[in-house]
């Protein structure tokens, strides 16, 4: 949807474009939390996952206007920063109404009561569809309610045509980065989305507790990371910091994998720290080897993110 979503992003505006991401993540969520099966969840998932690539697509140009130019660095750098909070928390949300739903002492708390009612008691977790209702209506509210900045898109940040997208297409590098990108994402959700499971199997931790807690410390350490990598950028070329990066990634994962169970549990959220820098410096070396028609190429490149889909 990333490439599509340019597309309307241009036709609409990003306000319209904003409320309706947020009206299909809404619908999207609610139709699991009402009929919680695997046909709707792939459905769901879909739908949800869709509205998110819109709202990826329109916030950056948003980004830049809004904080001034001069800014857009420090202020992307603090959206991952808010990111990979909200990735850190996350887990810990799951864990309480995972441990909470249903349990006579939590009684007093009248959300547990609520979300007890609403969701089937043999998928607990299913819960937090309703969560994120709540927020994904309270957005909407905001963007109705707001004023947006005129954004006149930089030719970087135009969509393009579909002919800029096949020229594009007909180069051997944008392939060679589209699958760098591909195969990082497949990596970094992997690790992720696996670990709390590989932990359970493997080596009997809880994946409520112990398991939900290296999911968080693997994104918080992600998240510090972009920070150490912002240093390490000013000190030494790219390309030196990501060749450097990736045998310490290796190398964690390799130990969690092979390791006893308490290395695993340490090693697996350390993949987090060394893959600190490599989705900016993919896309800046990518970006970088075209001398125009980024707007489309960046389109490209988020197309990529598929390679997180995979690792299932």
Same mark, same amino acid.
Request: net charge neutral; proline share 4%.
């Given at each position: 949807m990333s490439i599509p979503a340019g597309f309307l992003v241009e036709r609409f505006g990003e306000k319209t474009a904003m409320i309706a991401a947020f009206l299909v993540g809404t619908a999207g969520s609610l139709s699991f939390a009402l009929h919680p099966g695997y046909r709707v969840a792939v459905f769901s998932l879909f739908v949800m996952g869709s509205g998110m690539a819109t709202l990826q697509t329109a916030i950056n140009p948003l980004l830049r206007v809004s904080g001034g130019e001069a800014h857009f660095a420090f202020n992307s750098a603090f959206a991952q920063l808010v990111f990979g909070s909200a990735s850190f928390l996350s887990p810990y949300m799951d864990s309480y109404l995972v441990l909470n739903l249903g349990n006579e002492h939590a009684g007093s708390d009248w959300l547990l009561k609520v979300l007890a009612r609403l969701t089937p008691p043999a998928l607990p977790w299913a819960s937090v569809c309703w969560i994120f209702c709540i927020f994904t209506l309270a957005m909407i509210a905001v963007l109705f309610f707001s004023r947006f900045l005129r954004?006149?898109? &930089?030719? *970087?940040?135009?969509?393009?045509? /579909?002919?800029? +997208?096949? !020229?594009?297409?007909?180069?051997?590098?944008?392939? %060679?980065?589209?699958?760098?990108?591909?195969?990082?994402?497949?990596?970094?959700?992997? &690790?992720? *989305?696996?670990?709390?499971?590989? /932990?359970?199997? +493997?080596? !009997?931790?809880?994946?409520?507790?112990?398991?939900? %807690?290296?999911?968080?410390?693997?994104?918080?350490?992600?998240?510090?990371?972009?920070?150490?990598?912002?240093?390490?950028?000013?000190?030494?070329?790219s390309r030196y910091v990501l060749i450097g990066t990736c045998p310490g990634a290796l190398?964690?994962?390799?130990?969690a994998l092979f390791g006893p169970a308490n290395v695993s549990i340490i090693a697996l959220p350390a993949v987090g720290l060394f893959a600190l820098a490599m989705?900016?410096?993919?896309?800046?070396?990518?970006?970088?080897s075209v001398s125009e028609q980024h707007g489309s190429f960046g389109g490209i490149l988020s197309t990529g993110i598929m390679g997180g889909a995979v690792c299932r």
């Amino acid at each position: 949807m990333s490439i599509p979503a340019g597309f309307l992003v241009e036709r609409f505006g990003e306000k319209t474009a904003m409320i309706a991401a947020f009206l299909v993540g809404t619908a999207g969520s609610l139709s699991f939390a009402l009929h919680p099966g695997y046909r709707v969840a792939v459905f769901s998932l879909f739908v949800m996952g869709s509205g998110m690539a819109t709202l990826q697509t329109a916030i950056n140009p948003l980004l830049r206007v809004s904080g001034g130019e001069a800014h857009f660095a420090f202020n992307s750098a603090f959206a991952q920063l808010v990111f990979g909070s909200a990735s850190f928390l996350s887990p810990y949300m799951d864990s309480y109404l995972v441990l909470n739903l249903g349990n006579e002492h939590a009684g007093s708390d009248w959300l547990l009561k609520v979300l007890a009612r609403l969701t089937p008691p043999a998928l607990p977790w299913a819960s937090v569809c309703w969560i994120f209702c709540i927020f994904t209506l309270a957005m909407i509210a905001v963007l109705f309610f707001s004023r947006f900045l005129r954004v006149e898109l &930089t030719v *970087d940040e135009q969509a393009g045509s /579909l002919k800029t +997208y096949s !020229g594009l297409f007909g180069k051997p590098m944008v392939w %060679a980065f589209f699958l760098c990108v591909f195969v990082y994402v497949r990596s970094e959700k992997g &690790t992720a *989305d696996w670990m709390s499971k590989f /932990l359970a199997q +493997y080596h !009997g931790y809880d994946p409520h507790t112990a398991g939900a %807690a290296a999911v968080s410390w693997f994104w918080g350490l992600l998240t510090a990371g972009c920070f150490i990598g912002m240093w390490l950028l000013k000190m030494f070329d790219s390309r030196y910091v990501l060749i450097g990066t990736c045998p310490g990634a290796l190398l964690c994962l390799t130990a969690a994998l092979f390791g006893p169970a308490n290395v695993s549990i340490i090693a697996l959220p350390a993949v987090g720290l060394f893959a600190l820098a490599m989705w900016p410096i993919l896309v800046s070396l990518a970006l970088n080897s075209v001398s125009e028609q980024h707007g489309s190429f960046g389109g490209i490149l988020s197309t990529g993110i598929m390679g997180g889909a995979v690792c299932r």
